[in-house]
């Protein structure tokens, strides 16, 4: 678990960096799936691509998820399509 006691909190991208040095992934290879906009941006700024999930289906930031689902079903679908 990371908290923010060992990296510095969202949107810094500090701690995905550490979750893919411990994986050996490059961020191309990672996603980061959030809810707020501090998760996305976290994805953004450590080079991931970036999900947004957003029950209501508003999605208030667009510009900063490259993909948008309302469940973790459709997220699922996705993954099973790639």
Not at 6 to 14: F, L, M
């Amino acid at each position: 678990m990371l908290s923010r006691d060992c990296c510095a909190p969202k949107p810094q991208p500090d701690g995905i960096h550490h979750l893919l040095g411990l994986w050996n992934a490059p961020p191309e290879q990672a996603v980061m799936v959030g809810d707020y906009v501090f998760d996305l941006l976290a994805g953004r700024n450590a080079g991931t691509a970036t999900v947004h999930i957003d029950v209501t289906g508003k999605f208030p930031w667009p510009e900063h998820a490259d993909t948008q689902v309302c469940n973790l079903n459709e997220l699922l679908a996705l993954v099973v399509e790639a």
